[in-house]
């Protein structure tokens, strides 16, 4: 099993180095005190200290150099002294390389009448048992910090979509007020960071103001926030095409909550630096399968009987091993080991894309690789046997 | 990861050694057409072609060498002709060691009244669909043949319990006759073996009368079936003290569907070599763990804040790296790695106590070893922090 060399060495300095500019997109590497990351890169989202239904051996074979935890999710369960108490969320889920936390701002934005919001803060109600909890940016970043996060975001109001003008300036200045308080109260740890997020929905001129406030602050990286929540993939791209020229280039640059393969590459061109998603474990739970020739749906009946691996060209453990008929067979017969294949597939699919990104940007070929990788995902599935 | 060196290493002769025997124990090898088998063995249950939340690798490093699979599940889903296009179980679900498959009897049992039983089989209703299969010595046999199974088992029809003498007799004496028929239109293979099942309740005259039966027949190796069935613990003992000795020691004696660690010490004792249970994975799906001091139930808030081990001298993927706190979270927060990571233990639990059995059996001192296990396993958990 191949573990990634660097994963969980200690670094000194939270350092980016653009290793490579080609046209808008960067080949970069992201040094923190837990270890290197390779950029661009696909951060696997463990939400509750676990990466669904994948061991932490399975993620570290796929070549994922960093994970994404939930600072909302951990708050409510089993709660952060507890973490904290067992060694911060690294030790606690075994995970030897960097962590990532969200803030909690886009599970709160998800909680709709269950949360109101002031200038404080946000007070809501817990979706497990209906207790009140509050959280300020403040106390999102000291919980981010009992975590034992490497890379730790600020608080935000991810803003909802659609909103007016006026709604997504009003919300924007608020995170932007919020991104100071979080600045302010984060603690200095070697190799360690703090991200701002920029917000302002769709309109060009709040995410520049958004851009340059938080900038004036100096974060060490910018991701942009409050995208990927209904927009559409044009309206996300122009929204990348206005912002992200805004932003400091020697800083990571970060797309929360993205995306499709599609999403990545039209990211990727436009000069982001960092993913996360849930659609790899989320869609393998359910029985879908990213591959080289579109989405796969493993429930299928036409895969009864199929000895084919779900993707020829895919070398992962589920591929290396198992045909889509056993698979098929998993799903139908609700074994967890069907979800634990699938998921893994996903994973090692989007690692192996990345890779296959950062090899393209290397080579200073990126967009005959994206347009081939595209061309062949819409081609459709293989021909049934 | 270690290997088990052995597995799929193919062997020309189904063959029994008793390496040392040990009052009534023995130190076993099998040798079968895809790897040998250290006894005394437990063999996890892979139902529906997966042992429950497991991938192979685990079962692997566990130094588990053979598994069982069910021909009543895989003929219902996805059926032994899909199967056998796909190369048969072991190839379909790649685990590349032995495979004993049971014959489909015991499920057909605890369908109670779903099924109709007569001299030529029996016929019932599909638990999935309702639909109407049937299953005959022959058809059973065929069936695991299809499967590609290393050992075949007779169909019989595992006598309810408590029965009456009368009924216990007939159900004995059809049983027999199905075991001729079994053997009968069985395909010798090289590697391969065909185990007759010794039924007759906890009548000892009926098991032996069986046991007599099946031994003119000259199987390859005998099954005490009928047990674990409700009878509890004194009675199951007492009819192997009536039935094991009437077995040609030569050949490997399988007790199915057992059992505790505190059965299968008691049977070890007695002289059974092989045995299959559901219960580390079922039971490790439901939160409770095999541990040098008894089971534990991970899901107790007792264990919320606790940073050791399940157990200290454990030395399994779960033990050495997680901690109670986090496997508690697991089970709360309903993650499937939870399920994994007990399941996997308990398997490592129950592989290490066979080989320590082993060990103890080779050292003759089977009998200490066995006090001071069992004595340490009702001592009770740990203290808690």
Not at 52 to 78: C, F, G, W
Not at 257 to 273: C, L, N, Q, S, Y
């Amino acid at each position: 099993m191949e573990i990634v060399a660097s994963l969980g060495k200690a670094m000194n300095k939270f350092n980016f180095k653009i290793i490579k500019p080609h046209n808008q997109s960067r080949l970069g590497k992201l040094s923190t005190a837990h270890g290197e990351i390779d950029t661009p890169v696909f951060m696997p989202v463990g939400t509750a200290a676990t990466v669904k239904a994948l061991k932490v051996e399975d993620i570290k074979a796929s070549n994922s150099q960093i994970i994404l935890a939930n600072t909302y999710h951990l708050m409510l369960r089993p709660g952060e002294e507890v973490i904290n108490l067992l060694g911060g969320v690294r030790k606690f889920m075994n995970w030897p390389g960097p962590i990532l936390t969200d803030s909690g701002g886009f599970q709160v934005m998800s909680l709709g009448k269950l949360r109101s919001i002031n200038e404080e803060g946000v007070t809501f109600k817990s979706q497990l048992d209906g207790s009140i909890f509050n959280l300020t940016p403040e106390k999102s970043v000291k919980i981010q910090c009992l975590l034992g996060s490497t890379i730790t975001m600020c608080f935000d109001e991810c803003t909802t979509w659609p909103s007016t003008f006026e709604d997504a300036k009003t919300s924007m200045e608020l995170s932007m007020r919020w991104a100071q308080r979080s600045l302010d109260s984060y603690v200095e740890r070697k190799g360690h960071a703090i991200f701002g997020i920029i917000q302002g929905s769709t309109y060009p001129e709040l995410r520049q103001t958004s851009s340059k406030l938080l900038q004036d602050l100096n974060f060490p990286g910018y991701a942009i926030g409050g995208l990927a929540v209904g927009e559409g993939r044009d309206l996300m791209f122009k929204t990348l095409d206005s912002t992200v020229p805004t932003i400091d280039q020697s800083k990571p640059r970060y797309l929360m909550g993205v995306g499709k393969p599609e999403d990545i590459f039209g990211a990727v061109k436009r000069g982001i630096d960092m993913f996360d998603c849930v659609l790899p474990t989320r869609s393998g739970r359910n029985g879908q399968a990213f591959t080289s020739r579109g989405e796969v749906n493993i429930k299928n009946a036409r895969h009864t009987k199929d000895p084919r691996p779900l993707d020829i060209n895919c070398h992962c453990n589920t591929c290396n091993n198992y045909s889509r008929g056993y698979l098929h067979h998993l799903f139908k017969a609700n074994e967890i080991l069907g979800l634990i294949l699938l998921s893994d597939h996903n994973i090692n699919f989007y690692q192996s894309m990345m890779k296959q990104i950062r090899d393209a940007i290397k080579n200073e070929n990126f967009e005959t690789f994206s347009d081939s990788f595209l061309t062949k995902r819409s081609s459709g599935d293989i021909e049934e046997l």
